[in-house]
């Protein structure tokens, strides 16, 4: 018993720790069971890490500081400017304020040879032919551009989410039919040897069934593959580790959008962010005609002045004529640039119809693309119901096959091509479903929807 004992405290238990350290230690026993992704929290992490929203998010920004520089533009400036000169000679200052190296009886000479001036300046744009106001204008616009843009690249970004997750459950949907495949086979095999072994059918049958079992192990090894390979896909998509394991929510079901095509598309028309933003850029070309046009006008402006001038750096000595101030009033006319303006208008011009014509071309693409995935989705729910029907049917000649065959009134052949038609038969019911749950994705984001819907 001593021995028994000893044996226990002192070898297995230290062992049994050591073990449970390290599985401990490799995530054995400390990772906990992942919840399964939903399509919503799956939208979720992808809008938080995806790259091209965070771009299209600090566009915004950068649009946001072009429009708050445009309203400084408005705005007076104030300038300053300190400066020294020294000369070969002792200087003064003159009102013009030129500083010569002369000297005139009756005015304070500067005794050094270094000049020290500082001036400063205000000035105030009056009128600028609408330069400023259409650049103002243009640059708000570009803020509500740079918004469209976020807009688009979120609804892209669901879209590619959502087909995704329903790729996903269509290959695991694939996988789950090829394992039934593999169960029917091996079930029939089964039956055959038991029937060789009772000698009522021949070794043909039984490689016949082996064949056939060793395709479907193949094809549920092929459909496996391809969950693996989505499944990589997606966790791309979610900027996660390429081999992150997860488990998707099982929302393949049918259910129709109660909208006709008209109202699909005059939702489209007032909800795509696209034709906002190009709605806005022709308005953004219509302000740059304006810009351009503005060399047609004067700039008129208002300045005010203010110079002192003396031989010390700290400006303090008091000289005769060394403070000068002035308020200015000036108009700057283009007399003549042949023709230079008005090129640049007819340019702008033509751009405001290059808009408008793009603008026109996004609206028969969107059209167009409404009507696609408005068919498609038509299509998908019918092959829907279509598949539903041939899963019955092929589900009862099985059946019907298999009963048969154990009694010997139907062949080996007939049961494996009676598994291969209820095969494709759930394969084209879980494609046809898909499809119909893509479809639906496609239209509502050609209809600009958001999903979930707010």
């Not at 929290?41 to 946001?64: C, F, T």
């Not at 104030?78 to 013009?96: C, D, E, I, K, S």
């Not at 490689?207 to 192990?217: D, I, M, P």
Request: no cysteine.
């Amino acid at each position: 018993m001593r021995r028994v004992k000893y044996f226990v405290e002192f070898v297995l238990r230290p062992i049994g720790f050591v073990v449970f350290f390290l599985l401990y230690g490799s995530g054995v026993l400390a990772q906990e069971p992942q919840e399964p992704l939903t399509l919503e929290g799956s939208i979720k992490i992808a809008m938080e890490r995806n790259l091209a929203i965070h771009s299209a998010v600090e566009e915004v920004a950068g649009s946001e500081y072009r429009y708050k520089e445009a309203i400084t533009k408005f705005l007076p400036s104030w300038t300053g400017q300190y400066t020294l000169g020294r000369y070969n000679a002792p200087a003064f200052v003159v009102p013009t304020p030129i500083v010569l190296p002369i000297t005139f009886p009756g005015i304070n000479t500067v005794t050094s040879r270094d000049v020290y001036s500082f001036s400063t300046n205000v000035s105030q744009p009056v009128f600028t032919g609408g330069l400023n106001l259409a650049n103002y204008r243009s640059a708000k616009l570009g803020v509500n551009l740079s918004k469209a843009s976020v807009e688009t690249a979120r609804r892209d970004l669901i879209l590619q989410v959502r087909v995704g997750y329903f790729t996903i459950l269509r290959a695991e949907k694939y996988l789950d039919v090829a394992e039934q495949q593999v169960k029917q086979f091996e079930a029939q095999l089964k039956v055959t040897k038991a029937f060789f072994d009772a000698e009522k059918v021949s070794m043909n049958d039984v490689l016949q069934a082996e064949v056939s079992l060793a395709n479907a192990r193949q094809s549920m090894a092929k459909a496996a593959n391809d969950v693996s390979t989505a499944k990589a896909s997606f966790n791309t998509l979610l900027r996660r580790e390429i081999t992150t394991p997860f488990e998707v929510v099982d929302i393949l079901a049918y259910k129709t959008i109660p909208l006709s095509y008209e109202q699909s598309l005059e939702e489209a028309l007032r909800l795509r962010p696209e034709i906002k933003a190009a709605q806005i850029n022709v308005d953004q070309t219509r302000e740059n005609v304006k810009v351009a046009r503005s060399g047609f006008f004067p700039t008129i402006s208002l300045a005010g002045n203010y110079s002192r001038s003396s031989d010390m750096w700290t400006l303090q000595k008091d000289l005769k004529l060394d403070n000068m101030w002035s308020i200015q009033a000036s108009a700057t006319f283009t007399l003549w640039n042949w023709g230079n303006t008005a090129f640049k208008v007819g340019e702008s011009k033509v751009k405001v119809t290059q808009a408008e014509d793009s603008k026109n071309q996004l609206i028969d693409s969107i059209t167009l693309e409404v009507r696609d995935a408005y068919l498609n989705m038509l299509l998908a729910e019918k092959n829907i119901r279509t598949a539903e029907t041939a899963i019955a049917q092929a589900e009862e000649n099985l059946r019907m096959f298999e009963e048969r065959y154990k009694y010997q009134v139907a062949t080996q052949t007939d049961v494996i091509i009676a598994v291969t038609f209820l095969t494709q038969a759930r394969t084209n019911y879980y494609s046809a479903l898909s499809d119909f749950n893509i479809a639906q994705a496609q239209l509502e984001r050609a209809m600009g929807r958001m999903y979930p819907q707010s």
